[in-house]
């Protein structure tokens, strides 16, 4: 149990559409960051968000988009949901400080599109 | 940029027998450096993670790694294997900074045969 929650688990969507996924972050960190992990490959970082603000993005479109709540919390949006953007979406909560601090994971949200 | 190379995407041991789990990095930077554990559908757990000082690390369930600078390498040991080890497992790595972010490796799976 690492204090990440992570909603809905599994979704299926229509390509084209649009999709929210939400998290709640660890008591007591303010930072919280998004990967991608599609099947059988390690996951790969979205964005980063420190807060409120996004302060790291990957190598993903301007159509992943987030926010990150007062309260830390955070959602994950993204629109023309296409073929590929089927994966497992984890998202990660640190509290601020040196590189070294644990990184928690949430057991993240299934995404399909059809 | 960094990266990471997990050397064999499965590996197969008896119970009992060592578990070695390859893991090398490439930084041009001192890395802080990770192994996660995923079970089947669920998110990462932190096994152990190396930030500085000793370079011999231990981890939960009786996992230990070493980071050795002069082979950028960062193996995952255990001396016995037991059923319940049977998952994949993620090497990752972090630089310093305000980023946080981990670049995974693409993972190993470990069988555990009786």
């Known amino acids: 149990e690492t204090g990440v929650t992570q909603s809905p688990t599994h979704l299926i969507k229509t390509r084209g559409q649009q999709v929210t996924l939400r998290c709640s972050s660890q008591s007591g960190h303010n930072t919280v960051s998004w990967y991608q992990q599609a099947l059988g490959q390690g996951p790969q970082f979205i964005f980063q968000y420190y807060r409120e603000e996004e302060n790291g993005r990957g190598n993903f479109p301007p159509r992943f988009s987030g926010l990150q709540f007062p309260n830390y919390s955070s959602e994950l949006n993204v629109n023309a949901l296409e073929l590929d953007d089927s994966a497992l979406y984890l998202c990660a909560s640190s509290t601020d400080g040196y590189s070294g601090n644990t990184i928690y994971f949430g057991e993240g949200s299934w995404l399909t599109v059809v | 940029a960094q990266s990471v190379t997990q050397l064999g995407s499965h590996v197969s041991v008896s119970e009992g027998a060592l578990v070695l789990l390859r893991c090398n990095y490439s930084s041009s930077v001192p890395p802080y450096l990770f192994w996660y554990v995923q079970y089947p559908n669920q998110g990462l757990q932190l096994l152990l993670k190396y930030t500085t000082g000793a370079t011999l690390v231990k981890g939960i369930n009786g996992f230990e790694a070493e980071f050795k600078k002069s082979e950028t390498s960062f193996h995952l040991t255990k001396p016995s294997a037991h059923m319940s080890d049977a998952a994949e497992y993620f090497c990752?790595?972090?630089?310093?900074?305000?980023?946080?972010?981990?670049?995974f490796g693409k993972g190993t799976l470990l069988t555990v045969n009786p």
């Open positions: 990752a790595v972090r630089v310093g900074g305000s980023n946080y972010k981990l670049t």
